[in-house]
Nanobody
């Protein structure tokens, strides 16, 4: 089992930055990739970013956040981060981190599919005011 705990959310103004953290515990050696997703009220959960856990050299981003958000990981701390810059009200959502174990999946094809991730955090609220 892997446990995930997000932190760093809050209320900010448009144009501000936030850095979300996701602390992993448990069988962290079994993590292959980490993803960030978000869900706004009345909307489906959507992909934000993903990173290969072991090396951090492969990352993917949703078009809506590309150039503004950056994900990184610190294996020594068993943590993954989401640096969010130039926030706008459309970024308001609950942000979740998720972990994927190795298995029959193709990271390059499936990184954006929430159903392909095995473990989820409880989420952290990000609210961006205009």
């Amino acid at each position: 089992q892997v446990q995930l705990v997000e932190s760093g959310g809050g209320l900010v103004q448009a144009g501000d930055s936030l850095r979300l953290s996701c602390a992993a515990s448990g069988r962290t050696f079994s993590i292959y990739a980490m993803g960030w997703f978000r869900q706004a009220p009345g909307k489906e959960r959507e992909f934000v970013a993903a990173i290969r856990w072991s090396t951090g050299d492969v990352t993917y981003y949703a078009d809506s956040v590309k150039g503004r958000f950056t994900t990184s990981r610190d294996n020594a701390k068993n943590a993954v981060y989401l640096q969010m810059n130039s926030l706008n009200p459309e970024d308001t959502a609950v942000y979740y981190c998720a972990a994927r174990q190795p298995g029959l999946w193709n990271f390059a094809n499936d990184y954006a599919l929430a159903r392909r991730y095995n473990y989820w955090g409880q989420g952290t609220q990000v609210t961006v005011s205009s």
